[in-house]
């Protein structure tokens, strides 16, 4: 490939087009340009979810059928939290990172991010985390306590193998990258944003970044610093006793600590999801977002919420009664930002002049199948259903729909919207669709028969099971290898695009409305020649053509 005919930020720096390819890797190594950042996140990211996407299928193939067929039952253990830990810490969360890094800055005006050798070092802190976390399999046994890593099954007595050491060290960086990221995204819109716009002139998409990034800085520490401690009692068990009863320590403290950032991880995890399907919403409705300043609180009420029901995780702890009845109801209560923005959505939609592209039908598809996930959450929220369902495949259903069907739909969507202004290419709208499709029938073939399983009574994290459960869990493990098998498509597409995809301009759908959309596709290393101006303008429905700023 001659590296001279990369367009905007994809090349090489300088005008020496004779550029090495190494020399070329070490300019993206060093880059401290929150695209090249941003892209780098997202690759990384994509190696990661292949990896848990492989974590899930041996997992499937063993409850394919009773019995121990295809592995130990020490193996066994070790994949539902390796699997956990792969999509939540190294797939989801970087991959949101990813895309804040390419779009935010430009959708706010800034040149680049607040701090960029910051940014940079905080991807640089993820590839050595992930080595740590997944070389457990080579240098020892991979750790069998699952990703909540609850004492005292973590302790050094129940799990001494060096593979748990190296998971939680692991997870310590990426918790420390996190909040590093956290800090430069707070700054850069803050502090940023381009002469004449105000903080409720911010696309949707940049707020979800900013709830999101509050939520990173309020909870983040508190999991790395649990973490820490676990890790210093496993190390010297004669010395520290933060959680071994036997000391004076607690393990329900781990719980509560853990379940305190773990919690609000779901929003960090939907969140910025939340922003990209109302751009795209408005986009492929060609109506500005309804209830524009409803949705802002609504994120921030989900935010404040979400610190407050992390107890709903601990019904079966021991915890009192009175503490369990005012945990579920703020955990009902949390239904109803959620359900503001659903509403807020279908505003939107309706009456609007709807193009189902690609990107569209992902939002669509996470619209409906996201509801699944919070209406199954609103019965979990039951103390009493809770202590009956609790590690069954019910939770399992649940989990999955809330983040597969939710963040995964979203990170799809946002790609398909996104992939034409970062590459300057336009993908293939039919592989684009038949991906939806796959996903979207196989997604629910794999997940939804699991809430059967779970008020059978199907427990979870279990390698062998009751024949009784068997055509659920053959149902199941037959949709996710076609669920896996649907994402070659998604690859294939990507690969064409970048070869030979069609070249689209600087507003490639039409009717984007914010500051991307103004500039080249893709953009350049320096995105805006000269500073921009955000002139306000009061949009109307079938108004909704030129993005309001000028530079």
């Known amino acids: 490939m001659n590296l001279a005919n990369l367009p905007g930020f994809l090349a090489p720096l300088g005008k020496d087009s004779e550029k090495s390819l190494l020399t070329y890797l070490l300019e993206w190594a060093y880059t401290t340009d929150a695209k090249r950042i941003g892209v780098m996140y997202i690759l990384f990211a994509a190696v990661c979810g292949v990896i848990g996407m492989i974590l899930s299928i041996m997992i499937r193939a063993e409850l394919a059928t009773p019995g121990l067929d295809l592995m130990t039952d020490d193996l066994y253990m070790t994949l539902p939290g390796m699997h956990a830990s792969a999509m939540i810490f190294f797939f989801i969360i970087p991959m949101y990172a990813g895309f804040a890094n390419l779009i935010m800055p430009i959708q706010c005006g800034a040149p680049d991010m607040a701090f960029p050798r910051l940014n940079n070092a905080a991807f640089w802190l993820l590839p050595p ?15 069998q306590f699952g990703w909540t890593a609850y004492p005292p099954l973590s302790n050094s007595v129940y799990s001494p193998q060096l593979g748990a050491d190296l998971w ?50 309020a909870s983040t520490p508190v999991l790395t610093s649990a973490l820490i401690m676990l890790n210093l009692e496993r190390l010297f ?50 109506k500005p977002i309804f209830g524009y300043h409803v949705m802002v ?58 193009s189902f592209k690609t990107p569209m039908l992902f939002a669509l598809g996470f619209l409906a199948m996201f509801t699944i996930g919070g209406l199954s959450g609103v019965v979990l929220a039951s103390a009493a259903v809770d202590t009956q369902l609790h590690d ?62 779970g008020v059978q009574g199907m427990p979870r994290r279990y390698a062998d099971y009751d024949p009784d459960f068997a055509l659920g869990n053959l149902i199941s493990s037959y949709g996710s290898f076609a669920l896996a098998a649907v994402q070659i498509v998604f690859f294939i597409n990507m690969f064409i695009s970048f070869r030979s995809g069609e070249r689209v301009g600087d507003n490639p759908w039409k009717d984007g409305t914010s500051l991307e959309w103004t500039i080249a596709s893709p953009p350049d290393h320096h995105q805006f020649h000269h500073p921009p101006e955000w002139i306000p303008v009061e949009r109307h429905h079938g108004d909704h053509h030129a993005p309001a700023a000028a530079e």
């Open 237 to 286: 068990p004669e010395t520290f006793y933060f959680f071994a009863p036997e000391g004076g320590g607690d393990p329900i403290l781990y719980q509560h600590l853990f379940w305190f950032y773990s919690h609000p991880a779901v929003y960090i995890m939907i969140l910025p999801g939340f922003g990209m399907v109302s751009e795209i919403f408005q986009t492929f409705s060609r």
């Open 129 to 143: 985390a992930a080595i740590f976390a997944f070389s457990s399999y080579i240098v020892s046994t991979a750790p």
């Open 392 to 453: 069954t495949y019910y939770v399992v259903a649940h989990i999955h729909y809330v983040l597969v069907a939710g963040s995964v739909m979203t990170l799809f969507a946002g790609w398909y919207y996104w992939w034409p202004k970062a590459t300057g290419r336009m993908y293939n709208e039919r592989l684009g669709q038949i991906h939806f499709w796959g996903t979207t029938v196989f997604l629910n073939v794999t997940f939804f028969v699991q809430h059967y399983l």
């Open 297 to 354: 609180w609504s994120m921030v009420g989900i935010a404040v919420l979400g610190f407050i029901v992390w107890a709903h995780h601990m019904f079966t702890s021991g915890i009192g009664l009175y503490v369990r009845m005012a945990f579920m109801f703020l955990t009902m209560l949390i239904a109803v930002p959620t359900g503001i923005k659903i509403f807020s959505w279908l505003g939107t939609l309706w009456g609007g002049s709807l």
């Open 168 to 217: 939680l060290v692991g997870l310590i960086i990426v918790g420390t990258s996190s909040t590093m990221g956290a800090v430069n995204f707070l700054s850069t819109a803050f502090n940023m944003r381009c002469k004449g716009m105000t903080l409720f002139q911010l696309p949707l998409f940049t707020w979800a970044v900013i709830v999101m990034s509050f939520l990173v800085l």
